[in-house]
């Protein structure tokens, strides 16, 4: 039997989920009421169950998001929800806090969260153990890893393929609680990675003014999907959930258009839902919300993954700047630029700035501004007003079922048979007298036209059959009807026939690989530390937001490294190092001050609270 490889979007809501089902996923993922680790994408059961149904329909998933560290006080309201999940027919949960492995819970199946920083082997491993069924792997490992963890570990595997990083592992960033008591783990990051800092050095000397030190570029894996495929990857991820339809539609058929190309004849390897997409648009990820793109690990590190000038969006590259002429500007391929497009470009104090254009004619654009840009600058487009105007209308992406149709007569008038690309049949019989047609003639072409209207339905007919034993006639309006029942009754039967996945947790007892745990477990509640304890834990530290030591806090741990973005790294720059810099390095913006902490055997970088003291590592 073929593997199925998913293709897995966000939706923010109902809406946004059903595009990304038009638009050829295989699986989304949503928010639910509560618990999920973007509190403004919550969504009502009623609409999560709506979605449901939906996806259904195509043989598509629907996963939710409890993926929250819980309070003890929350851990009712937590189980009792999930009954409610689970009675709407959701696939699965995807989870971080362990305490949900503890809870009397229905036999629903559980994913663990890439905020249970899934990268170590034996974990995983663990957590297959433990009976959890897919595990959404940290975006930091590499394909040797990725293999050695399948390998290791025989458990569905998920990747993020596309959109934002954390720049931090995640689970592990703990600066927005610090800062302002907004837990990133409790779903409500103040993303203090994406402000401008100061670079000071340890002899007090300010080595950058004024940029986004810890922002980084957004994720782009899709050209590795076939290495990634092999090496164990089920799930591809769109990261997302915050994001808008247009977003949303235009990752996810670009994913289509790309996934099926390497499905295609493919004997190992299948596509995981039904039927096939058409699109208006011509997608590319560069004319939705990017930063500029990188490989992050997947391939080792190998070059700088910085988006220092802005944690804006950068978008798609246009040409240079020629020439400013009056009020207007001159720019290469000005002619692929459109009314009421937005522009970026980087000053010369190394910032992203913007400019709105009022018209653009001739390759020459007339902005609502004019500012003055040098000559050569580049020029990118955030903000394509034609290409968003395109992708919003809803007929953008259809997604259709393929059916054939066939037509018979039978004893008291006629029959008509659906039968789908997945093997399910629907029958309908009509009563109605059987009379010849004027002059005998044969009408089977106008009955294939009507029956070939599908119309607004989620099916197209490949194929139509009649088989009558005379020229009989057959009203329109009774062809009509018959083909609207007989889809009717198809969806409900393609409905009974979807068979949700059930997995009953059972508790156990093998060994946690570690025996003691600091509070980047996160471990804050007592069913989460009943959980460790039962796996042989000994010492378990409170999770960061019940035992925060301000000032003196380690508040991020990261493969994200500024030595290297700097080219001072000892391990690859060493035959263009120079002169080393002193450390300890800090970031300072306003009154927020961190200290680094390199650690170059992991290859890691770790943040500090200012009045944190630690030890500076010899290279």
């Not at 060994?511 to 600091?518: A, F, M, Q």
């Not at 690859?572 to 927020?592: A, D, S």
């Amino acid at each position: 039997m073929k593997k199925k490889i998913e293709i897995l979007a966000p939706a923010k809501n109902l809406i946004q989920g059903i595009a990304a089902i038009n638009s050829g996923a295989d699986a989304v993922y949503i928010g639910a009421p509560q618990f999920g680790a973007r509190s403004n994408a919550t969504n009502s059961i009623e609409d999560v169950a709506e979605l449901v149904k939906y996806a259904h329909l195509f043989n598509a998933q629907v996963f939710v998001v409890i993926n929250t560290i819980l309070y003890d006080n929350e851990l009712e309201t937590c189980r009792k929800m999930i009954w409610e999940l689970y009675d709407i027919k959701v696939d699965a949960l995807i989870i971080q806090d362990m305490s949900i492995l503890e809870m009397d819970l229905p036999p629903i199946v559980l994913h663990a969260s890439t905020q249970s920083n899934n990268r170590d082997a034996d974990k995983i491993k663990f957590l297959k153990d433990a009976g959890i069924k897919r595990v959404v792997l940290a975006r930091e490992l590499n394909l040797h890893q990725i293999k050695e963890i399948s390998e290791t570990a025989d458990v569905e595997l998920e990747f993020f393929v596309t959109g934002a990083l954390c720049v931090s592992f995640s689970g592990n960033c703990y600066m927005s609680v610090a800062n302002g008591e907004r837990s990133a783990n409790r779903g409500s990051c103040a993303q203090n990675c994406r402000l401008p800092y100061n670079l000071i050095d340890g002899n007090g000397d300010t080595l950058i003014k004024n940029s986004h030190l810890l922002s980084i570029k957004d994720l782009d894996v899709s050209d590795q999907i076939p290495n990634l495929i092999e090496a164990g990857i089920c799930s591809f991820k769109i990261e997302g959930r915050l994001k808008d339809v247009v977003y949303v539609k235009n990752n996810v058929s670009y994913l289509r258009q790309k996934l099926d190309s390497f499905l295609e004849g493919n004997e190992k390897y299948t596509k995981a839902s039904s039927g096939k997409c058409t699109f208006t648009f011509d997608s590319s990820l560069n004319r939705t919300f990017n930063r500029g793109y990188t490989d992050y690990f997947v391939n080792e590190r190998h070059q700088s993954i910085g988006s220092w000038e802005s944690p804006k969006s950068k978008g798609q590259y246009i040409g240079k700047l020629v020439r400013t002429v009056g009020n207007s500007y001159e720019i290469e391929n000005g002619n692929l630029l459109n009314n009421g497009d937005g522009l970026c470009y980087i000053n010369d104090d190394n910032e992203a700035e913007g400019i709105y254009v009022n018209r653009a004619e001739n390759g020459f654009v007339f902005p609502n501004v004019l500012k003055e840009i040098k000559d050569g600058t580049f020029i990118y487009r955030n903000n394509d007003a034609a290409f968003i105007k395109l992708v919003e209308r809803e007929d953008s992406a259809i997604r259709k079922i393929g059916t054939s149709l066939l037509l018979t007569e039978s004893t008291s008038g006629f029959e008509l048979t659906a039968t789908d690309e997945d093997g399910n049949t629907s029958k309908v019989l009509m009563e109605h007298p059987k009379e010849p047609t004027k002059n005998n003639e044969s009408i089977e072409e106008n009955i294939k036209i009507q029956l070939a209207k599908t119309g607004f339905t989620p099916y197209t007919a490949n194929e139509i059959t009649i088989q009558f034993s005379e020229n009989w006639f057959l009203p329109i309006s009774k062809i009509n009807e018959m083909r609207r029942l007989v889809y009717e009754q198809l969806s409900e039967i393609r409905l009974e026939n979807y068979k949700v996945e059930e997995h009953q947790i059972v508790k156990t007892s093998h060994p946690y690989p570690e025996t003691k745990l600091d509070f980047m477990y996160n471990v804050s509640n007592k069913l989460a530390r009943k959980f460790y304890e039962r796996h042989g834990v000994t010492e378990i530290e409170k999770a960061f937001e019940l035992q925060w030591d301000p000032g003196k806090s380690r508040v991020m741990t990261t493969k994200y490294c500024i030595k290297y973005e700097l080219e001072k790294c000892p391990k690859y720059h060493k035959e263009t190092l120079g002169v080393k810099v002193k450390e300890p390095l800090v970031l300072k913006q306003g009154e927020l001050e961190y200290k680094l902490k390199f650690n170059c055997k992991p290859c890691e970088m770790e943040i500090w609270e200012k009045d944190a003291e630690f030890e500076i590592e010899e290279d």
